[in-house]
């Protein structure tokens, strides 16, 4: 059965300040993707990367796909307290199954 | 362009009762899943539809079931509920490409008692 681990699963950094959540999973994928999630709302779609080596920007946050390793990154710079929320990667292995993984809590502190 | 609609958005029952829960995808959208959202499991894929039928199917009981209409709205049931099927139920729908994303809707919160 597919893992899909993050690291860390609580993730409280200073306005201002970089930070970087990791996303492990165990079996081979190319397809991975990033969602938000704030308090008592649905999921957002963040990034969608296919390749490996992919690498997507969007303001302050910037994820890749390392898919030899099983490996992505979601890279926080200088970090606004409207980052607050909570991150989640998932793979696809077949089909349109996605496995997420454990999610991320981000608290920005001001 | 309307998004992922679900209905009812919070919902009570108590245990042994069976519940319907209802989504209407984003229009072209053919590809319908549900996942279940819990503190303790996360974010679990329970089953994606695709022109009425069933493509995949999550690690859930039988009594965890649904269907798709032919206007791709779909529909979820879970009978003899049990005080651990208290969750977030997500709808999500989708192109049927093979890199597309999923679109979420907002969930409906089930509290069985």
């Known amino acids: 059965e597919l893992k899909v681990e993050q690291n860390p699963l609580f993730l409280s950094m200073q306005e201002g300040k970089n930070y970087t959540i990791y996303c492990n999973y165990s079996?081979?994928?190319?397809?991975l993707y990033w969602y938000r999630q704030d308090p008592g709302k649905s999921l957002e779609s963040l990034f969608v990367?296919?390749?490996?080596?992919a690498v997507k920007q969007e303001g302050r946050l910037m994820a890749s796909l390392d898919t030899k390793a099983r490996l992505s990154t979601l890279h926080i710079t200088a970090a606004v307290h409207d980052l607050s929320a909570t991150y989640f990667c998932?793979?696809?292995?077949?089909?349109?199954?996605?496995?997420f993984g454990t999610g991320t809590s981000l608290t920005v502190i001001p | 362009k309307a998004g992922v609609t679900q209905t009812p958005r919070y919902l009570i029952k108590t245990r042994g009762q069976q519940v319907t829960l209802s989504c209407s995808p984003i229009s072209g959208h053919r590809s319908v899943s549900w996942y279940q959202q819990t503190p303790g499991q996360g974010l679990q894929f329970l089953f994606e539809y695709f022109s009425e039928t069933q493509r995949n199917k999550g690690n859930f009981p039988g009594r965890f079931s649904g269907r798709q209409f032919s206007n791709s709205r779909s529909e979820m049931n879970v009978s003899t509920l049990e005080l651990g099927d208290s969750a977030l139920y997500l709808c999500?729908?989708?192109?049927?490409?093979?890199?597309?994303?999923?679109?979420f809707g907002s969930g409906t919160q089930l509290s069985v008692l």
């Open positions: 990367l296919l390749s490996n080596g």
């Open positions: 998932a793979v696809v292995i077949t089909g349109n199954q996605f496995y």
């Open positions: 079996t081979t994928s190319d397809r």
């Open positions: 999500a729908s989708s192109l049927v490409l093979a890199d597309e994303k999923l679109f």
